[in-house]
């Protein structure tokens, strides 16, 4: 009888085994088993949860609900319409009509405003009165009358042989013929030679007649910087 299974016997042996804990370990114990009582029941309520919110992805979905939403206050207000982006439609690039041009040419290349015929010799003159460009031949005072025009054109030049030396051995009566880029010609008698010992006492001529003034360093024969001017003057002969 004694080897038999009793719960009595087994309720007794319980109490006696926990006679053998302490108070401290039995309320390690009650904290230990309410913890592991709440995990289950946050367990019990996630599951529920993740069943309730599966879907079932072995069907198609139903098509979406289109919900109009109309503001308050303004039920006349018509709904968007979709805007088409404008292409792009290729242009031909507008032609450059050409123009012309401010500086003569005659067939080639070339930047003559008018060309001086002064005792046979012919002297190529530029449009501009600038270092550059009397480096190269005299120049065209661009703020002077037009040669032919009534008052006075001015041209400088340096008194090199490539530009004003001839002037040294020009007379009063003198001719001097004037050609433009387009052939126009205009001749000129010269009527007076006047010698400046320093730049600073000469000044341009104003005149309402047809005139042309030729300005150049003085003397001719000269080493370095040239102190004075030579200035020639002519008048227009006009066509009899």
């Known amino acids: ?15 006696k085994n926990m006679k053998h804990f302490s108070p401290l370990q039995i309320a390690a114990l009650a904290v230990l088993t309410v913890i592991v009582v709440a995990l289950a029941i946050v ?24 919900f109009k939403i109309e503001l308050a206050g303004d039920t006349n207000t018509p709904s968007p319409v979709p805007v088409p982006m404008p292409t ?28 001086l015929t002064i005792g046979g010799k012919d002297i190529p003159v530029r449009y501009g009165v600038d270092e550059k460009t009397l ?40 001719s001097i013929k004037v050609t433009m880029a387009d052939g126009t010609v205009y001749t000129y008698a010269i009527t007076d030679i006047t010698i400046y010992e320093s730049t ?14 030729l300005v150049t360093c003085y003397p001719f024969q000269y080493s ?16 009899l």
Not at 161 to 166: D, S
Not at 202 to 211: F, G, I, N, V
Not at 224 to 239: F, L, N
């Open 135 to 174: 480096e190269k031949s005299p120049g065209y005072l661009p703020s002077s009358a037009l040669p032919g025009a009534e008052g006075t054109c001015a041209i400088y030049g340096h008194r090199n042989r490539n530009h004003f030396k001839v002037l040294k051995d020009t007379e009063v009566g003198d």
């Open 43 to 66: 367990a019990f309520a996630t599951g529920k949860n993740l069943a309730a919110d599966t879907v079932d992805i072995s069907q198609p979905s139903a098509t979406p609900e289109v």
């Open 88 to 115: 792009a439609t290729p242009t031909a690039s507008p032609s450059v009509s050409p123009t012309a041009s401010a500086k003569p040419s005659s067939g080639r290349q070339t930047d003559t405003f008018c060309t």
């Open 1 to 15: 009888m004694g080897l038999l299974w009793s719960p009595y016997k087994l309720k007794q042996k319980e109490r």
């Open 224 to 239: 370095g910087h040239a102190p004075g001017k030579c200035v020639v003057t002519a008048q227009k002969r006009e066509k």
């Open 200 to 213: 600073s006492d000469w000044t341009l001529p104003a005149t309402d007649e047809k005139t042309l003034v």
